[in-house]
């Protein structure tokens, strides 16, 4: 016979009331008795009774993530903190990984109609405002990323542009002046805003935008880095700087110099951006810039929570903060470790891909303030050596 909590609570040598107040997350109870509680619900294998749980408390208890990918260490980190947070509230997190497909993107929102979830976390790459808006009043949802947002959801990002424009001017700061990008090939989302900051910067110092040092790959992973730097050292005149839009395309540029003799950052300096674990370990470590997960995942929850309790007030912008962490590919190895022998960075993991430039954004000027994307939103990081 399965175990009721009645029986978890005899076992614990506590109320009924109190087990429950563990089950649910309630914040008001000992450490001492939680632990002893959920040693109980272990003993006897006690699994609570969702449907029991939905029908008393009005939700599902479950929440959605739908994200592009699961193999990427960005999201793969932002998923755990965000399942750490979502616990925190008594919430279980469902997950589904849509690859960037627009198919697969519309069925989370068809999903989101069949109320088997309380509220979901989208990061979209494909679908447009006006086809995520159109299903955005079915259930309570919160975007993340840059995709394009409906005026009537919740969104939280990293300030792309901010952050790519301060990567840029530590190259700068360097006294690097042929500084390249490699991002997505898109004139959309994440990689076009990270491709204004890296503008942004050039034009405020004085540097000219060139289009053959912007290279865009059609992945970002670490062979399209890889592929993308082989594509700048063959240039008749290479770059003396690179600026990556994720750090899997960082650590590839970074192996395709290792291979060409190309030392890092003697003659080229590479910033990546994210700060997954990878760069902290490569030799040399990688320069990136580095947001706040923890922040996001808990601003995310905080909001989606209170829709799921009923606040209908307008949507919310919230802008995560982020540092830049200058590392050893940009200001080099301390002196006290150039003697040791160096570890060469690991091979990329899949073949290369082929990389074709980008063509330029709209040829608008890159710092006006009326392009949506370059707005503004109070956050400006900071840097940490």
Not at 10 to 31: C, I, Q
Not at 72 to 93: H, M, N
Not at 130 to 148: C, F, K, N, Y
Not at 263 to 290: C, K, M, W
Request: net charge negative; aromatic share 4%; proline share 7%.
């Amino acid at each position: 016979m399965a175990a009721r909590l009645r029986d978890v609570a005899e076992r614990a040598g506590v109320s009924v009331k109190t087990a429950s107040n563990v089950l649910n997350h309630h914040p008001h109870v000992k450490a001492s008795t939680r632990e002893r509680v959920e040693a109980a619900m272990a003993e006897l294998h006690y699994r609570p009774n969702l449907s029991a749980r939905s029908l008393k408390h009005g939700r599902a208890g479950f929440l959605a993530l739908a994200v592009p990918a699961m193999d990427s260490p960005y999201f793969a980190e932002l998923a755990a903190r965000i399942t750490e947070e979502a616990a925190a509230l008594g919430f279980i997190v469902l997950l589904d990984v849509t690859r960037g497909d627009a198919d697969a993107e519309r069925v989370v929102l068809e999903g989101m109609r069949s109320h088997v979830v309380d509220g979901v976390i989208f990061s979209p790459l494909a679908l447009s405002a006006d086809e995520i808006g159109s299903r955005a009043d079915s259930l309570p949802m919160v975007l993340l990323g840059e995709p394009p947002v409906p005026s009537d959801v919740d969104h939280i990002a990293v300030d792309s542009v901010a952050a790519a424009r301060a990567a840029t001017e530590h190259l700068v700061a360097q006294g690097r002046r042929r500084i390249a990008a490699v991002g997505r090939e898109t004139t959309r989302g994440t990689a076009s805003a990270r491709l204004l900051g890296y503008r942004q910067a050039l034009e405020a110092a004085g540097l000219a935008y060139d289009g053959t040092l912007v290279i865009g790959v059609p992945h970002v992973e670490r062979a399209d880095g890889h592929a993308a730097m082989q594509r700048l050292l063959a240039l008749p005149e290479p770059p003396d700087a690179v600026f990556c839009f994720n750090d899997l395309m960082a650590i590839g540029a970074l192996r395709a110099c290792v291979e060409a003799g190309v030392s890092v950052p003697d003659e080229v300096a590479i910033i990546g951006f994210d700060d997954i674990a990878e760069t902290r370990y490569a030799n040399p470590t990688v320069s990136t810039i580095s947001p706040d997960l923890t922040g996001l995942a808990r601003a995310a929850l905080e909001l989606l929570s209170r829709r799921i309790d009923g606040h209908d007030g307008p949507a919310e912008e919230v802008r995560v903060a982020w540092t830049l962490e200058a590392r050893e590919t940009t200001l080099g190895v301390p002196e006290r470790r150039r003697s040791q022998p160096t570890e060469e960075v690991p091979a990329p993991d899949r073949p290369s891909a082929s990389a074709a430039p980008v063509d330029p954004l709209d040829p608008a000027d890159p710092a006006d303030p009326a392009d949506p994307v370059a707005a503004e939103a109070g956050v400006t990081g900071s840097v940490t050596r």
